[in-house]
């Protein structure tokens, strides 16, 4: 046993590499709530909660978490039920954060992440290990390029391409001409080699609005097209009319919704989170039942800093069903940053040791905890009092 002695909620934002955005996002990505616990034993875990207030579920089934409604939940509600208890038993820290307060995951998950990390480095095991073992150790990274206009959107892509990226992910959803346009010409500056896919954040209008879009875009050769619209039905209605998979993100937060999804037979993909669900363990429960009901995954995020991205590298490293490229930042220190774009959104990060993208993945790490230390002058720097 290893009692859980403090929780620490911390506000941070990072520098921006450039400005990145997709439908529906009202702020900008990286001010994050951050949970420091440390155990009785000393030792420090880590996690994130990414809390984005405009990013929820379909039609309201789940609601943004803003860093504010996340430091009142872990402060006023979680922190009482978890401070003394067992950070080597997940389970039963799951029955205490849902037996207080219903919902809120981004801030559960924070939680979750930090005792995971305080696990791994009590036990000595890297935090895959405690979700499983791992069935990989080098995960493919698919960027992301966000709502750019087209000439910087063809810049960037050239760029990511030519230092080892395999899949690019382009935000759509905006306007149907123009995202035809630009997944047209991010094609003809790729080449064949790399995969593409759209995600449109439940930006179409409808259905119909939605299939000519696609369709329109098919020459291209898409590897999926994520959530065309809003609701698990409307987005079968899609994949019912169109050659490309579909992907069901919005419409994917818990097991039960990854059942839902499989009910309709006609959706390929969904996209796990480690936040989503409210944690590494939700988040393995939602693998569990994507495997069972043999749908493919890829674990994707809300642009996480270094803490969060370990989490998601770990998920990525243990679930069986995660098969597809992950959008994974690859976090990197300013220090050791040497003008590569792939994977980078930020200009600096808040671990000490920086991933290396190498032939378009980043090795899994495999020291105790999250493996990788967090880097507390970091932390300080760009803290936000609040
Ligand atoms: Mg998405």
């Known amino acids: 046993m290893t009692r859980i002695a403090d929780i620490e909620v911390i506000h941070i934002a990072l520098p921006t590499r450039r400005e990145h955005k997709w439908t529906g996002l009202t702020e900008p990505i990286g001010a994050y709530i ?17 809390a984005l207030k405009d990013w929820g579920g379909d039609f309201g089934r789940y609601f943004g978490e803003s860093p504010a409604t996340t430091r009142l939940v872990i402060e006023r509600y979680l922190k ?46 890297p935090v895959h290990v405690l979700l499983g073992g791992s069935v990989r150790d080098r995960i493919p990274v698919t960027h992301s390029i966000g709502l750019l206009p087209i000439d910087e959107a063809v810049a960037e892509v050239a ?25 047209h010409k991010v094609r003809e500056t790729v080449g064949p080699a790399v995969d593409l896919c759209v995600d449109a954040n439940c930006g179409y209008a409808s259905p119909h609005e939605a299939v000519r879009t696609i369709k329109a875009m098919e020459p291209c050769r898409l590897k999926y097209a994520e959530q065309p619209v809003e609701g698990i ?36 993909i969904v996209s796990i989170y480690t936040t989503k669900p409210g944690g590494l363990y939700r988040a393995m429960e939602v693998a569990a039942v994507a495997q069972a009901a043999r749908l493919r995954c890829n674990v994707n995020g809300s642009v996480e800093t270094g803490i969060g991205n370990l989490a998601n590298l770990h998920l990525a490293a243990a679930a069986p069903a995660v098969t597809l490229s992950c959008v994974v930042p690859v976090s990197t220190p300013a220090e050791a940053q040497s003008g590569q774009v792939g994977g ?11 991933f290396a993208l190498k032939d378009g993945a980043v090795a899994v790490p495999t020291g105790p905890g999250m493996g990788i230390d967090v880097d507390e002058a970091k932390i300080a720097r760009y803290r936000v009092r609040d």
């Open 34 to 50: 951050l949970v420091r616990m440390t155990g009785e034993n000393g030792r420090v875990g880590w996690g994130e909660a990414p």
């Open 344 to 354: 980078i959104y930020y200009r600096d990060d808040l671990i000490r040791t920086g």
């Open 233 to 268: 039905a409307r987005v079968a209605e899609v994949a019912r009319n169109i050659d490309t998979p579909v992907m069901c993100d919005e419409s994917a937060w818990t097991a039960r919704d990854v059942l839902e999804i499989a009910e309709t037979k006609v959706i390929d």
């Open 80 to 125: 009482p039920q978890v401070v003394g208890a067992d950070a080597l038993n997940i389970a039963d820290l799951h029955r205490r954060m849902d037996a207080i307060i219903k919902g809120y995951p981004y801030a559960k998950a924070a939680v979750d992440m930090a005792a995971y990390d305080l696990a791994g480095r009590t036990l000595g095991v």
């Open 159 to 183: 760029k990511v391409a030519r230092e080892g990226i395999r899949t690019i992910k382009i935000k759509v959803g905006v306007e149907p001409e123009r995202d035809v346009e630009i997944v």
